[in-house]
């Protein structure tokens, strides 16, 4: 595969040049890491995108940031591992068949298990490798060879591996607990995947009648249905409204159930009416009371939502149905008291996106305490694994301090199924909540150890549930590496060196990550935790589907390459875990940011082809090699320069402040690189003298220089023009060593002297402007200023005011002698900057253009003031036009006083 050209088009085209580097790339398997080098090590695991997804903006800049890093570290010389790979999400893929089966008019239950994970096999085939693809155009510069999948054969014997050395330990059981229930993916969700949303609702007031017929309890809801399960009333103790009540017996309306009166410290006397009705089996906080009190737990829920056989003559309807059939018969009965409206949180399945229902379910659960005290003594003891900000480190700590145990089956099939085995009967075949069950690593192990225990006369039936997506992605940063072996990789690659991740992410997965590896590992899984922001919308608004406001970044990659995304990404960061707000049009899919960015990189590209194309043979064959007898002022200006950006760019990287690197090497390159040194040594280039050799060897040096220093920010414009700049056959720049800062090149001196230099440039460049001097036009200026020692700068440095100002002559003086033509007068520091109006000035017509000009904005500026003056205007118009008029004044202003300066100095 030919990938070296040798030489650059007069334009840049982002798509042939990305795509070709990807290719070449993966082909060459540049980042293919190698585990026998055991020292030195820079190891990374990609949060493993959902393999049903597809690129988003928070995926782009989460990999942008990981890659910057990835790319450093391998060529600051260590052996760097990028391990990528993706999670197999259950809920989603589910959600994707289950429609599909949907629009065949069947189920999955119609089609049988076996049938369905064939089809979510079949599917991962052909659709999932889209994010991998993706994250490919992105620039990810992960080792592809190691590409892992949570439910590939390695990955599936380390959860089995992971479950029953939990259990063996007692911290996996099951049991019977409220829990968390979707009715639209049927299956049980975490705490962690419970999105709670602000709603405008009701408050219902009931009278719940005493048995006595003695009154009356008044009781408040914002679920009426679950009346159906109610098994007791709670007040607090000391409210003197309800003393006499408490032990006395309640009659449920509709039902007709007694129930009874308690008292509980947790109800709040102040909320409603100060009397609570308790349903144990539908609500986490009536679940407590009801396990201290003994009362009864009476479900009344289908798994899909719709009312049970224990609610009469509303079984089989939905329960929002049933809420408004309840209410009418309550208040025909005669037991409706008010409604009010009412702003509550209403917990939403995260992946279902409909309300979810607390439910008493038998699952499996994990004891977490023994698990996030572990990883607690590892954050107490050594601060590990290290936040970067520190501030997320009390996040953590108190996440890890107020978990409860975790609830890790689901009601689904696509996932790892959990390796338990009911032991059942010959007759019956029914598994029950008393069913006994053995864990083992495959059915025949299962056999064995039943048969020893329960005799032959059994059968064993698998336990349809899977794990929690989760609990594979919490064995993550190791079961990747080869664990439960003690492989090669395991061995030189783990702890890994950093996990970058969204904040949001902390309690889903870095703190599962740290309590499996501290329990399995006896290490914390990585030693730094970089949090980052959130891209938000061109308003500053968090991009979501439900705002309808997300951002595809492959519409802005087509439209101005990958490179330039990713830098204005990186750029745009103002410090680690800050968000970033990307500027973006949406009639027209254009971004002015990352139009800043491309236009970069044709900066860097424009100067590239012309240094390489004034470079003699034997420069470009030794790029590196300095002759310090051929170097002039302003090779070490710009060398000094170069090797400071380089130590800042290095401490930045270091500290995680990727932003302020990728803004300090814009400004060096833009600035210092391409509009400073190259049009300081142009002159110099022309001529055939050692100091023409030192300027070429000066200019590929710092280019070689810049395109490593930004390669890990943009790394294909940067890998295609060193290629063409250093002619390497099979050799990337992916590869070569990041530049160190050599101190003895910086040079103070130097670099003040340049200062001055540059200041008097644009004075005489500005003094130009104003005098519409054009660019053709030689002049000459007369610099004067008393200090001796500015003096012998602008001597030494005559030569590039000279270039740089397009003069002909430059007269230094420490005073200025009568004045016997007119000049045009500038001042910078302690210099006059005059410039002869003799010969290239006609001052005459000169004051009549500018006097002209001075008319037409002056009358400008009348006819906004005298519109912004009129009442009706004000009163009529749009803010913004005001706003608009406002505006257009005062610049009309300002330009009028410039004229009127300019007019001024020329009578002078």
């Not at 072996?485 to 902390?506: H, K, R, W």
Request: include cysteine; aromatic fraction near 10%; hydrophobic fraction near 35%.
């Amino acid at each position: 595969m030919t990938i070296n050209t040798f030489e650059l088009s007069t334009k840049y085209d982002p798509k042939l040049t990305e795509s070709k580097w990807q290719k070449a790339w993966e082909t060459h398997q540049v980042f293919k890491a190698e585990a026998t080098k055991k020292e030195k090590i820079f190891c990374m695991v990609i949060p493993p995108p959902n393999v049903t997804g597809s690129l988003h903006m928070g995926h782009a800049f989460e990999d942008c940031l990981m890659d910057v890093l990835v790319r450093y570290h391998r060529m600051s010389g260590k052996n760097t591992l990028c391990l990528p790979g993706t999670d197999h999400a259950s809920i989603a893929v589910h959600s994707i068949l289950d429609k599909q089966l949907k629009e065949e008019d069947k189920t999955r239950y119609e089609i049988g298990r076996e049938n369905f994970l064939k089809r979510a096999w079949e599917w991962k085939q052909s659709s999932g490798g889209k994010i991998v693809s993706q994250l490919k155009q992105v620039g990810l510069s992960a080792d592809w060879s190691r590409e892992r999948f949570t439910l590939d054969e390695g990955l599936s014997k380390a959860v089995k591996t992971a479950f029953i050395k939990l259990y063996e330990a007692e911290l996996i059981y099951r049991g019977k607990y409220l829990i968390n229930w979707c009715p639209a993916s049927l299956s049980a969700v975490s705490d962690l995947e419970v999105e709670n949303r602000e709603v405008k609702g009701n408050l219902w007031y009931f009278r719940y009648p005493l048995k006595d017929n003695s009154g009356y309890v008044d009781v408040a809801t914002t679920r009426p249905e679950t009346i159906l399960g109610d098994t007791g009333v709670a007040v607090h103790p000391n409210d003197e409204r309800y003393k006499k009540l408490i032990g006395k017996t309640l009659i449920l309306p509709i039902v007709g159930r007694e129930i009874l009166i308690v008292a509980d410290e947790s109800v709040d006397s102040d909320f409603g009416t100060g009397s609570v009705k308790i349903t144990p089996a539908h609500d986490p906080n009536d679940f407590a009371i009801g396990t201290r009190h003994n009362l009864p737990f009476i479900n009344i829920l289908n798994k899909d939502g719709s009312l049970n056989e224990n609610t009469g003559e509303f079984q089989g309807q939905d329960r929002y149905e049933a809420r408004k059939n309840i209410v009418k018969r309550l208040e025909q009965d005669g037991f409706l008291i008010k409604v009010e409206d009412h702003y509550h949180s209403v917990p939403y399945s995260d992946r279902g996106k409909v309300p979810i229902e607390p439910l008493l379910s038998t699952q499996w659960f994990v004891k977490i305490e023994p698990l996030s005290k572990k990883a607690l003594k590892f954050l107490d003891e050594d601060n590990s694994p290290r936040f970067i900000p520190q501030r997320w480190t009390k996040v953590y700590r108190d996440w890890l301090v107020k978990l409860k145990d975790w609830c890790i089956s689901r009601q689904l099939w696509w996932g790892h199924q959990i390796p338990a085995w009911y032991v059942i009967s010959q007759t019956d075949g029914l598994i029950t909540d008393d069913t006994p069950f053995i864990v083992a690593y495959d059915e025949s192990e299962a056999l064995e150890k039943a048969r020893k225990e329960y005799g032959n006369d059994i059968q064993l039936k698998q336990d349809p549930d899977v794990l929690d997506t989760w609990f594979s992605s919490g064995l993550w940063p190791f079961s990747t590496l080869g664990w439960p072996e003690n492989t090669e990789d395991f061995a030189t690659y783990y702890p890994t060196s950093t996990l970058v991740t969204g904040f949001d992410i902390i309690f889903f997965w870095v703190a599962r990550m740290t309590m499996m590896a501290g329990y399995f590992t006896d290490q914390m899984p990585f030693k730094d935790v970089y949090i980052h922001g959130l891209v938000r919308d061109e308003n500053g608004k968090k991009m979501s589907k439900s705002s309808n406001n997300g951002i595809d970044p492959l519409i802005l990659i087509d439209k101005y390459g990958t490179d330039a995304l990713r830098y204005t990404l990186i750029k745009e960061v103002a410090g680690a875990g800050q968000d970033v707000t990307l500027q973006y049009n949406r009639k027209t899919n254009e971004s002015e940011s990352v139009e800043a960015s491309r236009n970069f990189a044709n900066k860097l590209w424009n100067a590239a082809r012309f240094v390489i194309m004034n470079l003699k043979e034997e420069i470009r064959d030794d790029i590196g090699n300095l002759n310090t007898e051929y170097l002039d002022l302003a090779d070490y200006w710009i060398l000094s320069r170069f090797q400071k950006v380089t130590k800042q760019t290095i401490n930045h990287i270091d500290s995680y402040g990727l932003g302020e690197a990728a803004k300090g090497l814009y400004d060096f390159i833009w600035s210092d690189f391409c509009d400073s040194y190259i049009e300081l040594v142009k002159s110099r280039l022309s001529e055939n003298t050692d100091s023409s050799l030192g300027a070429q060897q000066t200019l590929a040096y710092i280019l070689d220089g810049i395109l490593k220093l930004l390669h890990p920010f943009m790394p294909h414009i940067t890998e295609e023009i060193w290629q063409t700049l250093t002619r390497k056959n099979n050799e990337f720049i992916a590869l070569q060593a990041y530049p160190t800062s050599d101190l003895n090149y910086i040079k103070e001196d130097v670099e003040t002297s340049f200062d001055l230099l540059f200041d008097v440039i644009k004075s005489v460049r500005n003094l130009r402007a104003e005098l519409d001097i054009k660019p053709k036009t030689k002049a000459s200026v007369i610099l004067q200023t008393e200090s001796q020692t500015t003096q012998n700068t602008l001597k030494i440095g005559h030569k590039y005011i000279q270039d740089l100002g397009k003069l002909n002559k430059i007269t230094i003086v420490s005073e200025l002698e009568t004045e016997t033509e007119q000049v045009f007068t500038g001042v910078v520091r302690n210099i006059q900057v005059l410039i002869p109006l003799s010969g290239i000035v006609d001052v005459p017509l000169l004051r009549q253009k500018l006097g002209k000009s001075l008319n037409k904005i002056e009358n400008e500026a009348n006819t906004l003031a005298q519109r912004l003056g009129n009442s009706k205007f004000i009163a009529k118009a749009p803010e913004e036009v005001v706003t608009k008029t406002h505006n257009a004044l005062e610049e009309a202003r300002q330009q009028a006083n410039i004229l009127r300066e300019r007019l001024q100095h020329l009578h002078e």
